[in-house]
């Protein structure tokens, strides 16, 4: 869809003139435009955000030649699209399925009432990493009395 696409059906959607919807649509994007130059924010909650994002400079390599090449530091535009147009779109999610999530769940619970394995060489027990977390706890709390 294009800007004048745009405006004509925000103008037949309210029943404005299309001079009149040009005018709001420009103003829109007028005050979007002068907010992010500033560095701000603009956050059009169920729809995303728009972000401006400082890149520092870095050395890149040149693909062909393989030679490093400087990149000086820039500002660039960021949009993270909110959660109501990703769902409108049908965009995938990162992660696990519904359907994954809930077979390993009971899996999880099975590993956690195992008891620690227990070393074949020495036959020393492992502790589990919250057993192991507790235990330094317990011993920063000792050393600052």
Do not use: C, W, Y
């Amino acid at each position: 869809m294009t800007k004048s696409e745009l405006v004509r059906e925000l103008a037949e959607d309210f029943e404005l003139p299309r001079k009149r919807a040009g005018e709001m649509v420009e103003a829109i994007l007028d005050k979007i435009t002068e907010v992010l130059k500033t560095g701000g924010k603009v956050q059009l909650t169920p729809f995303g955000q728009f972000k401006i994002r400082d890149r520092a400079a870095r050395m890149a390599r040149n693909p062909q030649t393989g030679e490093p090449v400087k990149v000086p530091a820039k500002r660039v535009l960021k949009f993270i699209a909110g959660r109501t147009l990703k769902d409108a779109v049908g965009t995938a999610k990162r992660g696990a399925s519904k359907k994954t999530a809930a077979k390993a769940a009971p899996a999880r619970k099975a590993a956690a009432s195992r008891k620690p394995a227990a070393n074949a060489k020495t036959g020393a027990v492992r502790k589990s990493s919250a057993a192991s977390k507790s235990a330094a706890a317990k011993s920063s709390a000792k050393a600052k009395r």
